[in-house]
């Protein structure tokens, strides 16, 4: 089992929608979780930083940490076709660690 | 404005020359930065982790003397590919990470096409 799966996409929506983008994880020691979105050909963007479980919001953003059950989300709400990238989550057990990246699930918003 | 910079954006050289790119951390000081390389539609594949002042780390797999990393100063970090072959044609991509807040940042990436 990998220790972060990501579905790889394309996720395709219809602008204005909400948007759910998921990873589960297979290392329960993992405490930092990171959302990136990467355009193409560009470096990725820290979106969202988040320490444990909980929830965290950011304007139309907002991530969620579940470690009981080994799963985060990234939601997007009121999707705008400048969302479409492509998003990657990462996460790792100290600040200083190694950070374990997903896949990245690209993302279309249909105008 | 840009944490990261990381230059030059894009390179194209000739088979068995070498290539430098650099990246700086523009906000803070890092004594660790890291690099990677990004394949078409896949992830980001870290290759070492660069240390300031002393040697950097290699992940398994990665030839440390094809890929050249210094780090000379606590704000600027550089990878060179030496005598570059079309297989290392790919994205290379630096990050710093915020000392206090543990967040990483990216360069802008550097696109390597060797002919």
């Known amino acids: 089992q990998k220790e972060v799966e990501q579905d790889p996409g394309p996720l395709s929506v219809p602008e204005g929608a909400i948007v759910s983008l998921n990873c589960t994880y297979s290392?329960?020691?993992?405490?930092?979780f990171m959302w990136y979105r990467q355009y193409s050909r560009k470096g990725p963007e820290l979106l969202m930083y988040?320490?444990?479980?909980g929830n965290k919001e950011d304007g139309r953003f907002t991530a969620q940490v579940d470690k009981s059950s080994k799963y985060i989300s990234l939601f997007i709400r009121d999707s705008q076709p400048s969302d479409s990238a492509t998003y990657l989550c990462?996460?790792?057990?100290?600040?200083?660690?190694?950070?374990?990246f997903g896949k990245g699930t690209r993302l279309h918003i249909l105008p | 404005g840009a944490v990261v910079s990381q230059h030059p954006s894009w390179v194209i050289c000739k088979s068995g020359t070498s290539v430098k790119i650099e990246c700086r951390s523009l906000?803070?000081?890092?004594?660790?930065m890291f690099w990677y390389r990004q394949f078409p539609k896949q992830s980001l594949m870290l290759m070492a982790t660069?240390?300031?002042?002393?040697?950097?780390?290699?992940e398994q797999g990665v030839e440390k003397d094809k890929f050249l990393i210094n780090h000379a100063s606590l704000t600027l970090s550089t990878l060179t590919v030496t005598s570059a072959h079309p297989e290392d044609s790919s994205f290379y991509i630096c990050?710093?990470?915020?000392?206090?807040?543990?967040?990483?940042?990216f360069g802008e990436g550097s696109r390597l096409t060797v002919l």
């Open positions: 990462a996460m790792n057990m100290n600040r200083d660690d190694k950070i374990i």
């Open positions: 290392n329960s020691a993992f405490q930092y």
């Open positions: 988040t320490y444990s479980s």
């Open positions: 906000d803070f000081q890092a004594t660790t």
């Open positions: 660069s240390n300031e002042g002393s040697k950097a780390t290699y």
């Open positions: 990050s710093s990470a915020n000392p206090n807040t543990g967040e990483l940042f």
